[in-house]
C-alpha cells in the first residue's frame, strides 16, 4: 500500500472511531478531591448480575486533549456485551505546550500514576456502591494506547521497584489484561518517535528518563503472573506492533507468555471502534479471560 493510501486508510478509520455520539454513564463516582479523579460506570445492558468487569483506561498519549469521553461508545459496547464497565479518568499533561516542543505536554509524573493507583484500589468499594450487579473478583482491566502502558501498569504494581509508593505486597485481583495497541516497550516507543516523543516527555529529562523509567516501563515490569494478552493491528502507524512485539520478547526472556493477537489491515483505532471487527475481536479477548 502506497504512503498515500494508507494515510487515507489512517483517516477513515480514526474519522469511525470519532463519529459515534459520547455515551453518558449510568453512574459517576469520585476517587479523589481533583477533577479529573473520576470513573464512569456502565451497567451491562443485558441486566444480567454476577457479570465481570472490565476497566478501561483511555488512551490519547497521556496528554490532556484527550479524556474518557472519546472512550464512552467503546464502554457502551462492551456494556451491551454484557459487562460491567469501570471507564477510569485521571490527570494527564498540561494543555501548555512544552518547553522547546510545538505540543502539549504527555502525561504527569507523579500524578498520572498517583490516579490509577487510587482508582484501581477504590474501584472495589466503588463498584459495590454503583454497580451491585458486578462480580468484583472477575475484572479484567484494558486500556488503548497509552491507557494500554497503565493497563499493563496497573497489573504490575506488585513488582515494581521496591520503595515505590504504587507497590502492592501482593498482585493485584485480576483475571486479566488485554492491551490494546499498547505503549508497552518504552525503548522501542522512543526509538520509533511513538506520539511525537511522548514517552520522553512523560518521563522528562535524560536523568529523570532513566530514574523513572524502571517504575512505568511495562516491558521491564516483567513477569507479572497475570494473564495479559497484546491486541495489535498491523497496519497501525500510531503505535507500530513492533512495539507490542518487543514487549511480548521481554516477557518471554522474563520466563512469561503474553498472548498476542495480530489483526491484519487493521490500524490504531479500530480497535475502540464500536463499528468495526476489530472491536468485537476485543470484546471476545475480554470474555475469555473474563469468563
Same mark, same amino acid.
Given at each position: 500500500?502506497?504512503?498515500?493510501?494508507?494515510?487515507?486508510?489512517?483517516?477513515?478509520?480514526?474519522?469511525?472511531?470519532?463519529?459515534?455520539?459520547?455515551?453518558?454513564?449510568?453512574?459517576?463516582?469520585?476517587?479523589?478531591?481533583?477533577?479529573?479523579?473520576?470513573?464512569?460506570?456502565?451497567?451491562?445492558?443485558?441486566?444480567?448480575?454476577?457479570?465481570?468487569?472490565?476497566?478501561?483506561?483511555?488512551?490519547?498519549?497521556?496528554?490532556?486533549?484527550?479524556?474518557?469521553?472519546?472512550?464512552?461508545?467503546?464502554?457502551?459496547?462492551?456494556?451491551?456485551?454484557?459487562?460491567?464497565?469501570?471507564?477510569?479518568?485521571?490527570?494527564?499533561?498540561?494543555?501548555?505546550?512544552?518547553?522547546?516542543?510545538?505540543?502539549?505536554?504527555?502525561?504527569?509524573?507523579?500524578?498520572?500514576?498517583?490516579?490509577? #493507583? *487510587? !482508582?484501581?484500589?477504590? &474501584? %472495589?468499594?466503588?463498584?459495590?456502591?454503583? =454497580? $451491585?450487579?458486578?462480580?468484583?473478583? /472477575?475484572? @479484567?482491566?484494558?486500556?488503548?494506547?497509552?491507557?494500554?502502558?497503565?493497563?499493563?501498569? #496497573? *497489573? !504490575?504494581?506488585?513488582? &515494581? %521497584?521496591?520503595?515505590?509508593?504504587?507497590? =502492592? $505486597?501482593?498482585?493485584?485481583?485480576? /483475571?486479566? @489484561?488485554?492491551?490494546?495497541?499498547?505503549?508497552?516497550?518504552?525503548?522501542?516507543?522512543?526509538?520509533?518517535?511513538?506520539?511525537?516523543?511522548?514517552?520522553?516527555?512523560?518521563?522528562?529529562?535524560?536523568?529523570?528518563?532513566?530514574? /523513572?523509567?524502571?517504575?512505568?516501563?511495562?516491558?521491564?515490569?516483567?513477569?507479572?503472573?497475570?494473564?495479559?494478552?497484546?491486541?495489535?493491528?498491523?497496519?497501525?502507524?500510531?503505535?507500530?506492533?513492533?512495539?507490542?512485539?518487543?514487549?511480548?520478547?521481554?516477557?518471554?526472556?522474563?520466563?512469561?507468555?503474553?498472548?498476542?493477537?495480530?489483526?491484519?489491515?487493521?490500524?490504531?483505532?479500530?480497535?475502540?471502534?464500536?463499528?468495526?471487527?476489530?472491536?468485537?475481536?476485543?470484546?471476545?479477548?475480554?470474555?475469555?479471560?473474563?469468563?
Amino acid at each position: 500500500m502506497s504512503d498515500s493510501s494508507a494515510r487515507d486508510r489512517d483517516a477513515a478509520e480514526t474519522e469511525s472511531a470519532f463519529s459515534h455520539p459520547p455515551v453518558a454513564p449510568d453512574a459517576t463516582a469520585v476517587y479523589g478531591s481533583h477533577p479529573d479523579q473520576l470513573i464512569d460506570f456502565y451497567a451491562p445492558r443485558d441486566g444480567r448480575t454476577g457479570v465481570p468487569v472490565v476497566v478501561v483506561l483511555h488512551g490519547g498519549a497521556w496528554r490532556a486533549p484527550y479524556d474518557r469521553r472519546h472512550v464512552s461508545p467503546f464502554a457502551d459496547f462492551l456494556a451491551r456485551r454484557g459487562f460491567a464497565v469501570a471507564s477510569v479518568e485521571y490527570r494527564r499533561g498540561s494543555e501548555i505546550p512544552q518547553q522547546r516542543g510545538s505540543g502539549p505536554v504527555a502525561g504527569r509524573w507523579p500524578e498520572t500514576f498517583d490516579d490509577v #493507583a *487510587a !482508582a484501581m484500589d477504590a &474501584l %472495589p468499594a466503588l463498584l459495590a456502591r454503583e =454497580l $451491585p450487579q458486578a462480580d468484583v473478583r /472477575r475484572t @479484567v482491566v484494558t486500556g488503548h494506547s497509552a491507557g494500554g502502558q497503565l493497563a499493563l501498569w #496497573a *497489573a !504490575a504494581r506488585h513488582v &515494581l %521497584p521496591q520503595g515505590s509508593p504504587w507497590r =502492592l $505486597p501482593a498482585p493485584p485481583p485480576l /483475571r486479566g @489484561v488485554v492491551a490494546l495497541a499498547p505503549i508497552a516497550d518504552f525503548a522501542t516507543a522512543v526509538e520509533l518517535d511513538v506520539c511525537s516523543g511522548a514517552v520522553g516527555q512523560f518521563l522528562g529529562r535524560a536523568e529523570d528518563f532513566e530514574e /523513572r523509567a524502571p517504575h512505568a516501563d511495562p516491558a521491564v515490569l516483567l513477569p507479572t503472573g497475570i494473564a495479559t494478552t497484546v491486541v495489535q493491528g498491523i497496519t497501525d502507524r500510531d503505535v507500530p506492533k513492533a512495539v507490542a512485539e518487543a514487549f511480548v520478547d521481554a516477557a518471554a526472556k522474563a520466563g512469561e507468555t503474553v498472548g498476542l493477537t495480530l489483526l491484519p489491515d487493521v490500524g490504531h483505532f479500530p480497535l475502540i471502534d464500536p463499528a468495526s471487527d476489530a472491536c468485537a475481536v476485543v470484546a471476545e479477548e475480554l470474555a475469555q479471560l473474563a469468563w
